[in-house]
């Protein structure tokens, strides 16, 4: 997609995310966009910088470091989410890279986490990521064990501890799964809650959301999987 499509595309997001946060009595601030990236070239992702927005989401953390490493030497206030699966023998490159990791999502995780927190002196945020779909398919904490993992979190993690994250099931309605999510951001008193996607942003918004990720409806169709 040429850069100015892509800037158009963000424009229209962006607008949308206003009017939807207006219908619902938020204010648009409160909403950040997690421009989604993965699987797209570099000069994809300089035509959203060009157009000053600074926060991206990735989902591997390979690809995110080959991308990344340079862009951000260039531009010191990019954002980077990881919103992907982590292996544990990735999470120190996680740790190194981003300045919010999404898919904290199972005990083993935890203590090569701290490991690399000591290892690089840095902590990027943390969100908790709940199956909210309770789907084999999907990574994420079950909602039956959320609680006590998200116990678990904060008594390792403290205030790194910033949010949840969740993917509703497709072709469901998204709502009741939002609202889910939301209450254990509410229940812990976590500020941030990232769900919504392309094709459903506004509805996570009316339910709360904070972050919302959106990749095709900027970039459009990402290229097939390798
Ligand atoms: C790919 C991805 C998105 C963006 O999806 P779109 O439907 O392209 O907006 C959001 N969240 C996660 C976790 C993803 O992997």
Redo the contacts with the bound molecule.
């Keep these: 997609m040429s850069a100015i499509t892509i800037q158009q595309n963000l424009d229209i997001i962006t607008q949308r995310i206003e009017q939807a946060a207006l219908r619902c009595g938020r204010h648009s601030k409160d909403i950040r966009l ?1 421009a ?1 990236s ?1 699987f797209h070239p570099t000069p994809a992702i300089q035509s959203v910088i060009d157009h000053h927005h600074l926060i991206f ?1 990735e ?1 591997r953390i390979q690809e995110a470091k080959e991308k990344f490493t340079p862009l951000i030497e260039s531009h010191p206030n990019i954002q980077l989410h990881i ?2 699966a982590i292996q544990t023998n990735k999470i120190l490159d996680a740790v190194k890279i981003a300045n919010v990791i ?2 904290i999502d199972r005990v083993a995780l935890l203590n090569p986490l701290q490991k690399a927190i000591d290892k690089t002196g840095r902590c990027p945020k943390l969100f908790i990521q709940i199956n909210i779909g309770q789907e084999p398919q999907k990574t994420g904490i079950l909602p039956t064990q959320a609680n006590e993992f998200i116990e678990l979190c904060l008594k390792q993690f403290g205030t790194n501890v910033h949010g949840v ?1 969740g ?1 509703p099931p497709i072709g469901k309605d998204p709502v009741p799964y939002f609202q889910q999510l939301a209450q254990f951001a509410h229940h812990y008193e976590l500020p941030e809650i990232s769900m919504g ?3 459903d ?1 506004e509805d996570a918004i009316a339910c709360g959301a904070t972050f919302v ?7 459009g169709a ?1 290229p097939a999987k390798i």
């Design positions: 997690v989604v993965k989401g989902n919103i992907g999404e898919t994250m993917i996607m392309s094709a942003f990720r959106v990749g095709s409806a900027i970039f990402r």
